[in-house]
T-cell receptor
Framework: EAQVTQNPRYLITVTGKKLTVTCSQN?????MSWYRQDPGLGLRQIYY???????DKGDVPEGYKVSRKEKRNFPLILESPSPNQTSLYFC??????????FGPGTRLTVL | DAKTTQPNSMESNEEEPVHLPCNHS???????IHWYRQLPSQGPEYVIH???SNVNNRMASLAIAEDRKSSTLILHRATLRDAAVYYC???????????FGKGTRLSVIA
């Protein structure tokens, strides 16, 4: 089954404690991205990747890092999380103009 | 990508057709019209997309105006499971992620 998986699905952490949210896709897609979704602000792009070792900033990249060492994986790293990064995070993958597949989401709370 | 305009919310009765409008008056000739929806507590999912001609799939139909300045997503028979936020998005390049607007929140009444 074609899918994008994210882990963990839920995470509560404290300010400053480094965390990584993993994202993996099994469709051999070239492109992957991360979004965050907040009430009233909708879905906003954080980072995206066009291929292995190629990444670019989205609209709200501050406080986040990403890496794309393998085609299937695109982890999101918060080196020093802060409460304003409390949000619902979605990973997505796609291949050119075809449909974009989304993961189930990771709900992060930073205390 | 060019901008789209959608109503904030719409309501439909169960088992009736739903027509969700989208205006995109600044659409360019190479912009594809994509529709996604987001069910409660889930990630967005693809619904349908088209360029110039009307399109049908198992989920919905997409009717595109002749001048391409507007389009309509048609759900032929709304069910409670169709209650979601529907996003109309223009896209002319597959190199960057989709840009989401506010979408239309569809409520389905039993």
């Amino acid at each position: 089954e074609a899918q994008v998986t994210q882990n963990p699905r839920y995470l509560i952490t404290v300010t400053g404690k480094k965390l990584t949210v993993t994202c993996s896709q099994n469709m051999n897609h070239e492109y992957m991205s991360w979004y965050r979704q907040d009430p009233g602000l909708g879905l906003r792009q954080i980072y995206y990747s066009m291929n292995v070792e190629v990444t670019d900033k989205g609209d709200v990249p501050e406080g986040y890092k990403v890496s794309r060492k393998e085609k299937r994986n695109f982890p999101l790293i918060l080196e020093s999380p802060s409460p304003n990064q409390t949000s619902l995070y979605f990973c997505a993958s796609w291949d050119s103009l075809n449909e974009q597949f989304f993961g189930p989401g990771t709900r992060l709370t930073v205390l | 990508d060019a901008k789209t305009t959608q109503p904030n919310s719409m309501e439909s009765n169960e088992e009736e057709p739903v027509h969700l409008p989208c205006n995109h008056s600044t659409i360019s000739g190479t912009d594809y019209i994509h529709w996604y929806r987001q069910l409660p507590s889930q990630g967005p999912e693809y619904v349908i997309h088209g360029l110039t001609s009307n399109v049908n799939n198992r989920m919905a139909s997409l009717a595109i105006a002749e001048d391409r300045k507007s389009s309509t997503l048609i759900l032929h028979r709304a069910t409670l499971r169709d209650a979601a936020v529907y996003y109309c998005i223009l896209r002319n390049s597959g190199n960057t992620p989709l840009v989401f607007g506010k979408g239309t929140r569809l409520s389905v009444i039993a």
